[in-house]
């Protein structure tokens, strides 16, 4: 990561449950795992709604709930905006003004997120609604798909480039433990078995439906 090397032996987190060695960067990027397999939820259903199709509106506003509680209330709100974009800011370069950016699409993804969990209350979404939901929904996955990008091969690289083996140990252990305080439990493994039951509902939790098919065959 960006030539900043732990020193020997690497913090342990000793959590409930717990025997791997989680630290931070892989953490938060573990955890754009589960805000990537949100956004693909929300891309689905962008696309049968042009298409006029039906969805499953109670499994949507669920994706939209989970986005909010896991990835903007904690992995946002908790995590990098107090501990990753203010350490950043302070080192200077690029990686500073990016993170300016990036605080901004967080308070514009919470009012997209305040959206959708509006419209698609109450189990239904309106004919009227159809077309502006999806297009919220691709506009969500268009600015949130390169922003966990940038946040995992710029952002927590230079983060990371900040701290020393002890502090970096250090926070790592307060992530996890703050994510046992919020959630009663470990809060990634429950955010991944939720999306798993959402992805489940839109017909996306075989991993093989989502095999691209074969180019054509090339114009000669």
């Not at 790592?172 to 999306?195: N, T």
């Amino acid at each position: 990561m960006g030539g900043f090397a732990l020193a020997a032996p690497l913090a342990v987190l000793a959590t409930e449950g717990k025997s791997a060695e989680v630290l931070a960067v892989e953490d938060l990027m573990r955890e754009h795992g589960v805000l990537r397999r949100a956004l693909l939820v929300y891309a689905e259903a962008a696309d049968r709604l042009r298409r006029g199709q039906a969805i499953p509106v109670d499994a949507l506003h669920r994706t939209a709930e989970l986005f909010r509680r896991f990835c903007e209330d904690y992995h946002e709100r908790s995590l990098e905006e107090p501990h990753v974009f203010p350490a950043v800011a302070a080192a200077g370069g690029p990686a500073a003004a990016t993170c300016r950016i990036l605080a901004e699409q967080h308070r514009r993804g919470r009012q997209i997120t305040g959206y959708i969990l509006a419209t698609s209350a109450g189990g239904g979404v309106g004919q009227s609604a159809r077309a502006p939901l999806a297009a919220v929904l691709a506009g969500m996955v268009r600015m949130y798909e390169h922003h966990a990008a940038i946040e995992d091969t710029v952002v927590f690289p230079a983060w990371k480039r900040t701290l020393s083996a002890t502090r970096y140990g250090e926070l790592s252990e307060r992530f996890e433990a703050l994510e046992r305080r919020m959630f009663g439990r470990d809060g990634f493994e429950d955010a991944v078995a939720r999306i798993a039951h959402i992805e489940q509902a839109f017909g996306l939790a075989d991993l093989a439906v989502l095999t691209a098919a074969p180019p054509p065959a090339a114009a000669r």
